[in-house]
């Protein structure tokens, strides 16, 4: 056997220089605006998810998921009770 001795370039990048290049790394914060018709906080371009509402139009059935979910839970429910 025998060691191969090989060069090793090192480019020493400086405190300044890693600080400079992560200055642009910055996280934003997320661009929320008032919901036209239930005035909640929701996300710019986004259905909001406490009305359901975009652009003055019923995009999603809120209150129909949630009484969907609601009997998803209780047959849930029913299902883990162990019969006697
Ligand atoms: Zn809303």
């Known amino acids: 056997m025998y060691t191969l001795e090989v060069m090793v370039v090192r480019m020493r990048s400086t405190k300044s220089h890693r600080n400079n290049r992560r200055s642009h790394l910055k996280l934003e914060?997320?661009?929320?605006?008032?919901?036209?018709?239930?005035?909640?906080?929701?996300?710019?371009?986004?259905?909001?998810?406490?009305?359901?509402?975009?652009?003055?139009?019923?995009?999603v059935d809120i209150i129909g998921k949630t009484t969907r979910k609601e009997a998803k839970k209780t047959e849930k429910k029913k299902e883990t009770v162990p019969a006697k």
């Open 29 to 59: 914060n997320p661009s929320l605006i008032a919901c036209d018709n239930c005035g909640e906080m929701k996300l710019k371009h986004i259905v909001c998810p406490n009305c359901g509402k975009y652009n003055n139009r019923e995009v």
